[in-house]
């Protein structure tokens, strides 16, 4: 997770989204900038359209698919399943990971994969309120932040495709070649597969379901512990060389939009009358975007589409190539009233760059809890402070440190760690944010203001109800994050019947 660059990277128009928290090249190719960018998605949502001018009046359009005729602008408003929270209980349990696939997650794509283990032994000792166990019929679906993105797609490997919220249930140690970067010399961590895969146990579905000795894992090794587990720890690790522009809120719509297979069928991943608990894991800001002119280099001189970009370092007024600064810069706005480098505060705001979050919370909330009545809960392992103190008490949620303590502020020089040759200036350019968090042993994370705000929208406080557990990314160890994510679930699944 350190934020590193080297000189040859920032001469390239792609440079922040080189090694470091991004990962998507050090050099352009033979990739024609000057051409129309066409980023096909799955048929059900159309395409979505880079123009290559100033001129046109809407430079993202979403084509209608033909089955349907309807815009896809959020997934189908269907109230016609009645789900947990209604007189009928429930013990149906769908889990989706988004893991940040990009260059700087090998640490903690290993880090995960060792809790592993323990999130599914958590995960089958769910007891309810009575400390009843639920024995609950539980999905478990990984997919990437990797919604693709023209500034990465003239970068990616020849067998890589971004996944745009489809499953990833191959083991890890079947596509080795995940866990090498991008670049002239790149990083290596297949440990981040190795250390738990120990073979190719994978799930007969797209994703892995099991209640109690009941399970859809093929290849598991009899003396190797639970099947479960060793199915997790060999689809959860992803990679490290995806698109460093992480979208993980898009990625998760996509996944779960019931147009889409894996939710269809005889057994389709998110299930009416499921609880579904949603992980994102990333250590950047949030990048799903809306309208890509403000990402295109061709128009490096027009204000309109530059004033989201950082100034070069040392040339203020300079407006020379977009980072991921602009990620930050065009999904968020702070206050420094004083301008001593600590903002006082930060909110997420739609400047028309980025989707906007009610494309989220409205999803979740007014589709899936209001209408479905279904139990959302999300646990957002991101660039926050470490948590200090949990609730002894279930839902053991984080009660000091973490989004507590998170502060705003511009890069200064404290923040370098050793052995990284960047300067204050040029990590500022690069992410237009300062670190939410540094360890010199896991390294740095960007805070996500958006996901913690799609997070916390789900908390029911007229009702005392937890539902988003905020964790950080530069721990070591995320037992806590899964004592917080079962303890919510200790609300929420029910004894059926």
């Not at 024609?32 to 059900?44: H, I, R």
């Not at 866990?179 to 007969?204: E, Y």
Request: a negative charge; hydrophobic letters at 35%; proline letters at 8%.
């Amino acid at each position: 997770m350190t934020i590193q660059r080297s000189h040859l990277q920032r001469l390239t128009v792609l440079s922040a989204l080189g090694l470091a928290l991004s990962g998507c090249g050090d050099d352009k190719g033979d990739s024609d900038t000057n051409q129309q960018v066409t980023m096909t998605m799955n048929p059900s949502i159309g395409s979505i359209t880079l123009t290559d001018g100033p001129d046109t009046d809407d430079a993202t359009s979403v084509t209608p698919p033909t089955t349907t005729g309807m815009k896809f602008d959020l997934p189908p408003d269907d109230t016609s399943s009645i789900g947990c929270g209604t007189d009928s209980a429930c013990n149906l349990l769908d889990v989706l990971f988004v893991i940040d696939n990009s260059g700087t997650m090998g640490e903690e794509q290993t880090n995960l994969a060792a809790n592993f283990p323990y999130l599914i032994d958590k995960l089958r000792n769910v007891t309810d309120e009575n400390n009843m166990p639920v024995n609950a019929n539980i999905n478990i679906m990984v997919t990437t932040t990797d919604f693709g993105h023209p500034l990465c797609s003239g970068f990616e490997k020849p067998d890589y495709d971004p996944a745009k919220g489809a499953p990833i249930s191959t083991a890890c140690v079947d596509r080795i070649e995940r866990f090498t970067g991008l670049g002239s010399n790149p990083v290596m961590v297949p440990q981040a597969c190795t250390n738990a895969c120990k073979g190719s146990v994978v799930p007969s579905d797209p994703f892995i379901n099991f209640q109690l000795d009941n399970n859809n894992i093929l290849n598991a090794d009899p003396n190797g512990g639970d099947p479960v587990a060793q199915a997790l720890s060999c689809i959860g690790p992803q990679g490290i060389d995806g698109c460093g522009m992480e979208a993980p809120l898009e990625t998760m719509l996509q996944a779960l939009d019931p147009n889409k297979p894996w939710n269809q069928g005889a057994k389709p991943f998110l299930r009416d009358g499921a609880v579904l608990a949603i992980v994102i894991m990333t250590d950047e800001a949030e990048c799903s975007v809306k309208d890509y002119k403000y990402f295109d280099p061709q128009l490096a001189s027009d204000p309109m589409y530059n004033q989201y970009w950082e100034d070069a370092p040392g040339m203020p007024g300079v407006k020379d190539e977009p980072t991921s600064a602009t990620c930050f810069n065009a999904g968020v706005s702070c206050t420094d009233a004083n301008a001593d480098g600590v903002y006082e505060s930060c909110m997420s705001e739609d400047k028309g760059v980025l989707q906007p979050l009610s494309r989220y919370i409205g999803y979740l909330k007014t589709n899936l809890v209001q209408q479905k009545h279904k139990e959302v809960i999300m646990l957002g392992i991101l660039g926050v402070p470490k948590v200090t103190a949990h609730n002894p008490n279930p839902p053991f949620e984080p009660t000091a440190g973490g989004v507590f303590d998170l502060v705003y502020r511009v890069w200064n020089q404290a923040d370098i760690l050793p052995g990284d040759t960047d300067t204050p200036a040029q990590k500022e350019y690069d992410f237009g944010i300062g670190p939410g968090c540094t360890d010199a042993a896991t390294g740095q994370a960007i805070p996500n203001t958006r996901v913690i705000d799609v997070c916390q929208s789900l908390d029911q406080p007229e009702e005392d109800k937890v539902r988003c557990c905020i964790e950080s990314i530069c721990d070591d160890d995320f037992s806590d994050a899964i004592n917080c994510l079962a303890g919510i679930l200790r609300e929420t699944l029910e004894l059926p019947g």
